[in-house]
């Protein structure tokens, strides 16, 4: 039982969860209160798993009789905690990124309009169910725990898309999410079964130890991979596995649009990578290249046509999960290296274009593209702001998306018979130049609508200071972050 030490964040936060829907059930007058308590909790559990690579390993783990079993990158590594997860450099490091992000979104959520006068604890609480789900599916070694993580991700995500009761799409939203939802843990469960006739266990060990080997695995064993592809597929909003998140993220309310578009890509990248980081001599490099390109242009062809700004981020997400997946494609050490700094910097552009969003819809109570018209003449700040994380994200130097893009690109033009890919990256990266500028266009040359001002609030302007930093600290200095990432993978 000593090995509970290693997952103490995660308990923490399912008892922290428990304590806030309790509390506001027996005091449900001091309802800000529990975000508070809920954020100071995910800090506590941010600083304890940063302690990992400071230290080089968790403190006391040592003095408990917990030993590592490799070392890498420079920090040691425990793997087989309870048979089924892995409390590595590489969970750790995803870890720190939802961490990061989810005490963002709590923070955001403290002054959205919808929730005023709601049950934030009730809220609260299920945000950090779903992060428990996210942080034990970067650490799942067997896939057991992974759908088990999957579904506490998923549950507590429906429910926080139908949390707007008071408006129709919301709901709509929530149930269209939980048919596809249930969709798609039943190919996952249906294709962990036939891994389990395949390979006789459930953990992934075997299936990492054949592409070690150089094995091909059979047709069978290749219908298997599909169907693990697929169901983590639909978390991930790959491309065709997408169609429920356009609804579901126009209805959700805003800051759960947030959530959605960052914790559950982050742990979902992050156990694509631990299963299929080595997908060469499996023989489904093809197919993941093809669902590649695919995700890419379906999300940014897709929003091209968006005048909802969340329906619009709700396409450039997927297209941002294709270009993870080029990374994942160009395997490799400098593969990986491209999708984990691709996702790490993806969590703080796009919770800061909603922090931005938020000061505007609180005020006009719309996310219509409209809204933004003329908003340099309201707030250049934040206009400036804005513009910042649309040039990031679309890929402009030189700012923290365009470091991101480049080594993704490096990484693929580095491998044989993948050039097509990489224009198809580029060509993709020109297109969302489109739909992105129109917000740019309707900033700084329509006129406003209204002499009122964006609803700016400590939370919000706190968000928006510690993303944009990030973004352009990233983007004239990488090395930093990069050379973490490169000793996370231990290259």
């Not at 783990?61 to 917990?66: C, E």
């Not at 009730?122 to 599916?137: D, H, N, P, S, W």
């Not at 896939?143 to 549950?155: N, V, Y």
């Amino acid at each position: 039982m000593n090995h509970a030490f290693l997952i103490a964040p995660e308990i923490f936060l399912s008892v922290m969860a428990l304590a806030v829907l309790l509390g506001e059930a027996f005091f449900p007058s001091i309802r800000r209160l529990w975000v508070n308590l809920s954020v100071i909790a995910l800090v506590l559990c941010l600083g304890h798993q940063v302690l990992f690579f400071i230290e080089g390993a968790f403190p006391g783990a040592a003095s408990l009789g917990i030993l590592p079993t490799a070392a890498q990158g420079g920090w040691v590594e425990y793997r087989d905690v309870f048979g089924m997860l892995a409390v590595d450099s590489l969970a750790v490091f995803f870890k720190i990124a939802i961490l990061a992000a989810v005490i963002m979104v709590l923070w955001m959520s403290s002054d959205y309009f919808e929730f005023a006068g709601g049950a934030m604890g009730t809220y609260a609480g299920v945000v950090l169910l779903a992060t428990v789900g996210a942080m034990f599916l970067v650490s799942s070694t067997d896939l057991l725990m992974a759908a088990i993580s999957l579904e506490l991700l998923s549950i507590a995500s429906f429910i926080l898309t139908g949390f707007a009761m008071g408006r129709r799409s919301s709901g709509e939203g929530a149930l269209k999410f939980f048919l596809v939802g249930m969709l798609s843990t039943a190919v996952f469960l249906f294709g962990a079964s036939y891994f389990y006739g395949y390979f006789g266990t459930t953990a992934i060990a075997p299936l990492q130890a054949m592409a070690a080997a150089g094995e091909r695995p059979d047709l069978v064993g290749a219908l298997v991979l599909m169907f693990l592809i697929a169901g983590v597929g639909f978390k991930l909003t790959m491309a065709p596995f997408h169609m429920w998140a356009p609804d579901a993220y126009e209805g959700a309310p805003t800051p759960v649009t947030a959530f959605l578009s960052s914790v559950p890509k982050a742990a979902a990248i992050a156990f694509m990578l631990r299963l299929f980081a080595n997908h060469q001599p499996l023989g489904i490099t093809p197919l993941l290249a093809v669902l590649a390109a695919l995700t890419m242009t379906v999300g940014n062809l897709g929003a091209l046509h968006q005048t909802n700004v969340k329906r619009m981020m709700a396409y450039s997400s997927v297209a941002h999960v294709g270009y993870i997946l080029v990374a994942l494609v160009a395997g490799g050490a400098q593969g990986i290296q491209a999708a984990m700094f691709y996702t790490f910097i993806y969590l703080f552009m796009n919770l800061g274009l909603f922090a931005g969003l938020l000061m505007i819809s609180n005020q006009t109570r719309s996310d219509d593209a409209s809204t933004f018209a003329g908003l340099y003449q309201k707030s250049m700040g934040l206009a400036l702001a804005m513009l910042v994380f649309l040039l990031s994200l679309t890929g402009i130097p030189p700012l923290a998306g365009f470091v991101g893009k480049y080594v993704i690109f490096a990484s693929v033009l580095r491998t044989d018979g993948l050039l097509w890919l990489a224009v198809v990256a580029v060509l993709n990266s020109v297109v969302s130049l489109w739909y992105y500028f129109r917000i740019v266009r309707e900033m700084f040359l329509r006129e406003p609508a209204d002499g009122t001002r964006p609803v700016f609030s400590p939370a919000l302007v706190s968000c928006l200071i510690v993303t944009l930093t990030v973004t352009i600290l990233v983007g004239i200095l990488p090395g930093s972050v990069l050379g973490w990432v490169r000793n996370v993978i231990g290259s």
